[in-house]
């Protein structure tokens, strides 16, 4: 099978970052020789590395990597940050006089980090310019530290934390905890119950509040503004998540046109809404299905499970013992219908002879 380009321009890459590393272990600069590994026996930048990965302060985000996720930083980001925290350098001992550049160099070679570059390198239709965080990357090939529009990914497995240890012992636990909410307590069932209910429209209603907003202020202003702009974002911080206000619009104004045509699609939508909207008797009629099937899984106990399964038992032995009684019964009027029978034909005959000497003697 041919292999396409991209295939081969990846597999170039992944050669030439091979052949890079092999170079850099067999004949390795000065400042490498005079790196010396601390007492632990762990590399003084691989704990470097570790320190500045796990600092807030260095803004990252995560993209796609060759089909991989890896989180990444800019270049003129890490000489900012360097600038404000100096105390890093003591970790690497005896190299902390060096500049920024050289130490993200050392990284470099000691493949701690990868150098990339962004994969869309065109300025996208209605965007002014290329994107300031990039979701997908590429391998660059020339793997040396540069301020101006460079990415860098870490390429080492971040440490885990104990808040993480304890968070992934917890899931199994959650997971036990929903698949015995059936056996709970009324009162703790109420409580889940509302508390989800109760997430669950908080989300739904800042969803909602969230699109109207964008929806009117684009067609009357022509400004894309989504508040709360990283509340569906997969990788962010807590800060991040709590922004209120977005960043600045960037790209251009919308015609008038298609804003005056979403305004009449926006109409025709909620007239339609309007006209098949349900009664107040479907709507009730719903409403208590609904309750009801709520009342069902609120109410359901393992002792009314037990006592249904008694009674699906007990009703066959009812059924067997009312067939016997009846089929006594029915054999008790047969013998009855048989003995009138039997005694039918005797009275017969004695008013017969009642009837004979009756005639007799009138004679």
Same mark, same amino acid.
């Given at each position: 099978?041919?292999?396409?380009?991209?295939?081969?321009?990846?597999?170039?890459?992944?050669?030439?970052?091979?052949?890079?590393?092999?170079?850099?272990?067999?004949?390795?600069?000065?400042?490498?020789?005079?790196?010396?590994?601390?007492?632990?026996?762990?590399?003084?930048?691989?704990?470097?590395?570790?320190?500045?990965?796990?600092?807030?302060?260095?803004?990252?985000?995560?993209?796609?990597?060759?089909?991989?996720?890896?989180?990444?930083?800019?270049?003129?980001?890490?000489?900012?940050?360097?600038?404000?925290?100096?105390?890093?350098?003591?970790?690497?001992?005896?190299?902390?006089?060096?500049?920024?550049?050289?130490?993200?160099?050392?990284?470099?070679?000691?493949?701690?980090?990868?150098?990339?570059?962004?994969?869309?390198?065109?300025?996208?239709?209605?965007?002014?310019?290329?994107?300031?965080?990039?979701?997908?990357?590429?391998?660059?090939?020339?793997?040396?530290?540069?301020?101006?529009?460079?990415?860098?990914?870490?390429?080492?497995?971040?440490?885990?934390?104990?808040?993480?240890?304890? /968070?992934?012992?917890?899931?199994?636990?959650?997971?036990?905890?929903?698949?015995?909410?059936?056996?709970?307590?009324?009162?703790?069932?109420?409580?889940?119950?509302?508390?989800?209910?109760?997430?669950? /429209?908080?989300?739904?209603?800042?969803? /909602?509040?969230?699109?109207?907003?964008?929806?009117?202020?684009?067609?009357?202003?022509?400004?894309?503004?989504?508040?709360?702009?990283?509340?569906?974002?997969?990788?962010?911080?807590?800060?991040?998540?709590?922004?209120?206000?977005?960043?600045?619009?960037?790209?251009?104004?919308?015609?008038?046109?298609?804003?005056?045509?979403?305004?009449?699609?926006?109409?025709?939508?909620?007239?339609?809404?309007?006209?098949?909207?349900?009664?107040?008797?479907?709507?009730?009629?719903?409403?208590?299905?609904?309750?009801?099937?709520?009342?069902?899984?609120?109410?359901?106990?393992?002792?009314?499970?037990?006592?249904?399964?008694?009674?699906?038992?007990?009703?066959?032995?009812?059924?067997?013992?009312?067939?016997?009684?009846?089929?006594?019964?029915?054999?008790?009027?047969?013998?009855?219908?048989?003995?009138?029978?039997?005694?039918?034909?005797?009275?017969?005959?004695?008013?017969?002879?009642?009837?004979?000497?009756?005639?007799?003697?009138?004679?």
């Amino acid at each position: 099978m041919k292999k396409s380009g991209s295939e081969k321009k990846r597999e170039s890459a992944r050669s030439k970052i091979r052949r890079s590393t092999l170079q850099n272990g067999s004949g390795r600069d000065a400042s490498d020789v005079s790196s010396k590994k601390p007492a632990t026996g762990k590399d003084v930048f691989q704990v470097f590395a570790e320190k500045v990965r796990d600092n807030k302060q260095l803004e990252s985000r995560w993209a796609v990597l060759q089909e991989t996720r890896v989180e990444y930083f800019r270049g003129k980001d890490i000489v900012k940050f360097m600038r404000k925290h100096p105390e890093l350098k003591e970790l690497i001992g005896s190299e902390k006089d060096l500049e920024v550049e050289d130490i993200i160099n050392i990284l470099l070679k000691k493949n701690l980090l990868v150098r990339c570059d962004r994969v869309v390198k065109t300025i996208r239709p209605g965007k002014k310019k290329l994107s300031t965080w990039p979701a997908h990357l590429e391998i660059f090939h020339d793997q040396v530290f540069s301020e101006n529009d460079a990415f860098f990914a870490w390429t080492f497995l971040k440490r885990r934390t104990l808040w993480m240890t304890i /968070l992934s012992f917890s899931w199994p636990l959650l997971a036990l905890a929903i698949c015995l909410f059936p056996v709970y307590p009324y009162t703790c069932k109420l409580v889940v119950l509302y508390s989800c209910a109760g997430v669950l /429209l908080l989300i739904l209603s800042l969803l /909602l509040v969230r699109a109207l907003v964008f929806g009117a202020l684009w067609i009357i202003l022509g400004k894309r503004v989504w508040i709360f702009p990283n509340i569906l974002a997969e990788e962010t911080t807590f800060k991040e998540l709590v922004q209120f206000w977005p960043s600045k619009d960037e790209e251009e104004k919308p015609k008038w046109t298609s804003r005056l045509f979403y305004l009449l699609v926006a109409v025709l939508v909620i007239l339609l809404l309007r006209h098949h909207a349900p009664d107040e008797a479907a709507r009730a009629r719903y409403q208590k299905r609904v309750s009801n099937i709520i009342d069902d899984v609120l109410e359901w106990s393992p002792k009314l499970a037990l006592s249904g399964m008694m009674e699906k038992q007990q009703e066959p032995e009812t059924v067997v013992n009312s067939t016997k009684t009846e089929e006594a019964t029915d054999d008790s009027r047969t013998s009855e219908t048989d003995d009138s029978e039997i005694e039918t034909p005797s009275n017969a005959d004695e008013g017969e002879d009642i009837i004979d000497d009756a005639v007799g003697y009138q004679k």
